[in-house]
């Protein structure tokens, strides 16, 4: 298989600060797009994977998965784009495609298992797949999504992880008037669910530990603000259909779980790296949820970025520049950041 160099910002052990690294590229083949990469979002998935936190991490490492870029070459094959498309990549790059659920468009849930954008073995063409810190990326087209051309593309950049894992489970469970979401943190996916779930109608409760997250989660359409903190403000709390736990630290998720009404869902979309305790009481009593979601599928993904086109919603980011990643990344561990960084990729 042909490759060519393209030039990337990675790290080489868990322990060392990313650094420009050169990666090979495949030549597009038949049914492949190559897309100049032109801004890519920063998750604390990112993070982790960097530091080795899940353990299985291969170096070197390329992280990025919230890419948004315009393409520049189409294999002889493409149907779906044209050079000089605008066009997202997100956390899936390849899957089966033969198992019920890649049929069904859920390719997060692929049988044997999907390609992740990086850090991924490539079933098909061989080494390690690499992400969106870098100037380029070639990828089959049937993993590829439309960036619509009204949204502002630094900003859209972060639905391709942030806006799809957080849109995925609240039409999962049915948000829509007359519904109670709660949503747990402000911040990535926090702030991305506020605004989601607000524009599906329902009213948005959220809580935080943190007074001045508090103030903001109001400007971002939160219709109720819990501190979390306060067991007076718990204790008054109206009772959640669902409630969207976005936290990726270690923390109690049985005070929630106590909030939910009966037959109520309390979904998790943060990775903490350390096991969460649940009582048997609190999901007996009431029977209620634990329940996880992982991600959407490509038309799923499609489906968030023209539902964020149609009501004007985008992340709020910090653009910084390639050098000031490593810096993005110490900020981010402190969770100081409103509320997505975003590398303008130019500056690689």
Request: charged share 20%.
């Amino acid at each position: 298989m042909k490759t060519h160099t393209a030039r990337a910002f990675g790290a080489t052990a868990a322990t060392e600060n990313l650094k420009e690294l050169s990666i090979q590229r495949r030549e597009v083949t038949s049914n492949d797009v190559e897309i100049e990469i032109l801004y890519c979002g920063i998750c604390h998935s990112d993070l982790h994977a960097v530091h080795n936190d899940w353990g299985g991490t291969t170096y070197p490492i390329v992280p990025g998965h919230e890419i948004v870029g315009r393409i520049t070459k189409t294999g002889e094959g493409v149907t779906h784009f044209k050079t000089g498309d605008l066009a997202g990549v997100g956390c899936i790059v390849d899957s089966c495609r033969e198992c019920n659920h890649c049929h069904d468009g859920e390719e997060q849930f692929c049988e044997k298992g999907w390609t992740v954008v990086f850090n991924s073995p490539d079933k098909k063409y061989g080494g390690m797949t690499y992400g969106g810190f870098s100037e380029s990326i070639v990828v089959d087209e049937n993993y590829v999504v439309h960036v619509p051309d009204t949204l502002s593309l630094p900003q859209a950049a972060p639905i391709l992880c942030a806006g799809i894992t957080v849109y995925s489970p609240l039409k999962h469970w049915k948000t829509g008037p007359g519904k109670n979401v709660g949503i747990i943190g402000v911040g990535g996916l926090g702030h991305m669910a506020i605004k989601i779930a607000k524009a599906m109608a329902a009213t948005v409760t959220v809580f935080t530990t943190s007074t001045s997250k508090a103030e903001d989660a109001k400007r971002l359409g939160a219709d109720n603000i819990v501190l979390s903190t306060d067991s007076e403000q718990m204790k008054m709390c109206p009772r959640q259909d669902m409630i969207l736990d976005t936290v990726s630290a270690k923390h109690d998720v049985n005070v929630y779980l106590n909030l939910l009404k009966v037959d109520g869902s309390l979904v998790l979309v943060g990775l903490p790296n350390q096991p969460l305790e649940v009582g048997a009481f609190n999901v007996v009593k009431g029977r209620k949820s634990f329940s996880g979601s992982n991600i959407g599928g490509i038309a799923e993904t499609q489906e968030v970025l023209d539902f964020c086109a149609k009501h004007a919603i985008t992340a709020d980011i910090e653009l910084i520049g390639m050098n000031d990643v490593n810096t993005a990344f110490e900020r981010l561990e402190k969770g100081d950041v409103k509320y997505r960084f975003v590398v303008d990729m130019q500056s690689l």
